[in-house]
């Protein structure tokens, strides 16, 4: 059974003092987007939109384009066609590094961490781009980089809190489970203080206790800290019980776009998709 987070207090501060948003504004817009590989078509002419403060999910069949969407929306891969709004914005070919300084952060299928590096350690790698003293302020930790390391240590310990994982903040992650490794992955992603946070199979390989764990700081993190996320899932009871609204994929094209409800009723996706499960 899944926990549901209550709606925050009156005025209460958001997560790491970022403002509450109108929900109704679009914060990513998708227009007609295609990618090929080759002569393979990922993608064709898809379009559709994130509003800031919701979980939006997408969902498909193996090999539908869902990860390639992502990978366009962070700038791993550059669409042949289409364009994306971020905030506002109409993008040009953009790279990762510019995507996270934009304010999109990313998880991915397959844990993708710094082994030998602590719970702690790997969090604080996700300040990165937060930190503005020079390398020489860096290399002798004086100055405004004693500063930004004691505020974004403060910040990470936050995060380490919100994840319960205070037992494991100097282990190294290598040798951690992999339930517990991908809620590091999720800690790094939040340091960024993201405007869109993408995640990309988050309850991939877990157990059911893993899957409850994983959802309930998903929902804490959009309903309390409001945190605009775009999901991947492949659980579609997962999908339906967090989602505020679904688009499905299928051989790279859009085939229905809604709420959870008018999803799950739609005779393309049980054809497609739900049908099978």
């Given at each position: ?5 209550p709606?925050?207090a ?18 990513l ?13 990922a ?20 090999g ?42 990313r998880?991915?299928?397959n ?5 030998g590096?602590?719970t ?11 930190m ?9 930790r ?8 004691i505020?974004n240590?403060y910040l ?14 100097k282990?190294?992650v ?15 992603a939040l ?5 869109l ?6 309850m991939a ?55 959870p409800?008018a999803?799950k009723?739609?005779d393309?996706v ?7 499960h």
């Open positions: 059974m899944m926990t549901v987070i709606e925050p009156p005025g209460e501060q958001a997560f790491l003092g970022r403002q509450v948003a109108r929900e109704a504004e679009t914060i817009d998708i227009e007609n987007i295609s990618v090929a590989f080759g002569g393979v078509r993608l064709t002419d898809v379009s559709f939109d994130i509003r800031r403060g919701e979980i939006r999910a997408i969902i498909g069949p193996n539908a384009g869902k990860t390639t969407m992502l990978n366009c929306v962070n700038g791993f891969y550059h669409p042949a066609k289409g364009s994306i709004t971020f905030k506002g914005r109409k993008r040009a070919q953009m790279r990762p590094h510019e995507a996270a300084r934009d304010g999109i952060a998880t991915f299928q844990v993708a961490l710094f082994r590096m602590t702690l350690e790997n969090i604080m790698t996700g300040r990165a781009l937060k503005r003293a020079n390398f020489w302020q860096q290399l002798v004086a100055g405004k980089a004693e500063r930004e390391e505020e240590r990470v310990e936050e995060i380490i809190d919100f994840l319960q994982i205070e037992h494991i903040r282990t190294q290598g040798v951690l489970p992999y339930g517990l490794q991908k809620r590091v992955e999720l800690g790094r340091a960024m203080e993201p405007d946070l993408l995640l990309d199979e988050p390989g877990m157990n059911l206790e893993e899957k409850g764990d994983m959802c309930r700081f998903i929902l804490e993190a959009n309903r309390h800290f409001r945190t605009t996320v775009a999901l991947i899932e492949h659980d579609i009871g997962v999908v339906m019980d967090l989602s505020d609204r679904i688009v499905v994929l299928e051989s790279g094209r859009k085939i229905a776009d809604g709420t409800d999803i009723s739609d393309r049980i054809a497609a998709y739900l049908g099978s």
